[in-house]
């Protein structure tokens, strides 16, 4: 599962999907876990059924919000990626509507904010690493003005003023 917290039961959530489609019983799941060697209530492992659950059917409608869009790519070449994406949320978003269905309206809705959080995370993580390469441009453009101020400094053969004046001009004063 794609969780932050880990759950003694990821181990055996490919065997639960499976008992749960078959229509096993909260008592037969606890029963065949007993017998692996954990124990679990009848409220964590609901719990733990409807989140595998609930995962399940993102990933199908991911799936098929996928295949919609390249669909739609096919039949719409000149179309922008993000007119493509669009039209496919906004697809499904009024099936689901139509439907009644507010699960898959979640559903869709959350694939579309996952999707946006990603991109402006990733502009982020753009911008940050735009900033800090304009950060080390600045520091080496100041180091090589360091540098050619000790070498006018240690100038011998340029006066007080001339040196004062070269300062100047590498400084921008």
Not at 91 to 101: L, R
Request: net charge positive.
């Amino acid at each position: 599962m794609s969780k932050s917290k880990k759950s003694k039961l990821d181990q055996f959530a490919g065997t639960l999907a499976e008992m749960d489609v078959e229509k096993k019983t909260i008592d037969e799941m606890r029963a065949w876990l007993k017998g692996e060697g954990v124990s679990v209530s009848s409220g964590r492992l609901s719990v733990y059924l409807e989140s595998l659950r609930n995962l399940k059917e993102l990933d199908q409608s991911n799936d098929l919000l996928e295949q919609f869009q390249e669909f739609t790519r096919k039949k719409n070449p000149d179309w922008s990626p993000e007119k493509v994406r669009q039209t496919g949320i906004d697809f499904f978003v009024a099936h689901t509507v139509a439907k009644k269905d507010a699960n898959k309206f979640a559903t869709i809705v959350t694939l579309d904010q996952n999707e946006r959080f990603g991109k402006t995370k990733a502009a982020q993580k753009d911008r940050q690493l735009d900033q800090q390469d304009r950060k080390i441009k600045l520091m080496e453009q100041k180091a090589a003005a360091f540098d050619q101020a000790k070498g006018v400094m240690g100038d011998q053969a340029l006066s007080e003023e001339q040196r004062a004046s070269r300062m100047r001009e590498l400084f921008g004063m």
